[in-house]
């Protein structure tokens, strides 16, 4: 059974090796099912979707859509595949996860080692019912020399499968990759996917969502005019944030200057500042979903009372095992109530209110 106590051996292993492990043992079914509980202070509405959890599991845990059903049945209200190329990929070279218990963080390099749309697509396609949303995370292939056209092939594969789509232009491990978030190839990517999800599924399907995922590495006026594009493209909403290429002067453990992204614990005032900042800059009218360091209740309070209407997490699940999908949710639940919300949506950006 993958628990807690399972979770707390996993971490003996080098972190990819115990990473396909729980994988495998997640799609053994060796999990134990805990389905978010039907609350409806927990519950939102979001894009037509019907949220039971405002808390997901953020891209990169499960690339290739292997277990999205799975997860679902550990507690989240929401499961983002991904990231995905059109083409298989091998990623860099190994080692390229790291943890570093001393800070609760870890750093990667990883470079969207995942099985391309050909592999993914039947498995979504096999999925059924869906237990709750799940998203689709959309990345390009290091080697393309059309990074867009990649973006645009994806949607074209995964529009019909996807609850919503996020074009995840800020990864740090391919080269060149974040110079998408510049506002004359953000309109570019917007017009192509938009024209492929409208192409794939005609006049008949409403196209999915479609977010925007950024890095929280901006400075004040590059965020503000960031903010203004995605405003002015009106994308469907944005998730703050991606991994960091900074923070490493705050780190103690003998991993801290690793190249690649740092996500876990020592992200988190850096991503909940950024999504702060973002919630101001766009009055509110954007819906957000807030990632980056979330390990406690507290952490997704703080989020949502940032400007956030979902959040997310995947470093926490390292350190503190699935048990913390229901913890969060009780603890949540138990914050909304103390502070007299009726639900999360009106807890939304409640620091700027
Ligand atoms: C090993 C690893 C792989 C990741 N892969 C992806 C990815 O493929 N696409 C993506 O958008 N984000 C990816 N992320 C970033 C996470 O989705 C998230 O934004 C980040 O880790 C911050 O959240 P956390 O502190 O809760 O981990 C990855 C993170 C980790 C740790």
Redesign the pocket.
Known sequence: MIGDLTSRLLRFLA?ETA?RLTIRALRWGLAPAAPAPDDPVLTSELWGLRFRSPIGL????D?NAEVPGRMAGLGFGFV?V???TPKPQLGNPTPR?FRLPADR????R?G?N?DGLAVVRPRLEALGPRACPIGV?L?ANKDSDDRIADYVAGMAALAGLADYV?I?V??P?TPGLRELQSQAHLRELLAGVRRAAADALGETRAPPPILV?IAPDFSQPDLAELAETLLALAVDGV?I???SVGLRQHLHDPRRDEPG?????P??AL?TECLGQFYRLSGGKLPLIG?????SADGAYAKIRAGASLV???????YEGPGLIRRLGAGLAERLRRDGFANVAEAVGADWK
């Open positions: 972190p990473h953020a891209a990169g845990f690339k983002e991904g990231s995905i996860l963080a870890v750093i990667n990883m969207f995942n995370n990345g996020v995840n800020s990864s491990n995922k998730i944030s991606n991994t992204g740092l996500s876990g614990r992200l988190f991503s990632v980056g360091g979330i390990d997310q997490l995947y470093t926490g699940l390292v």
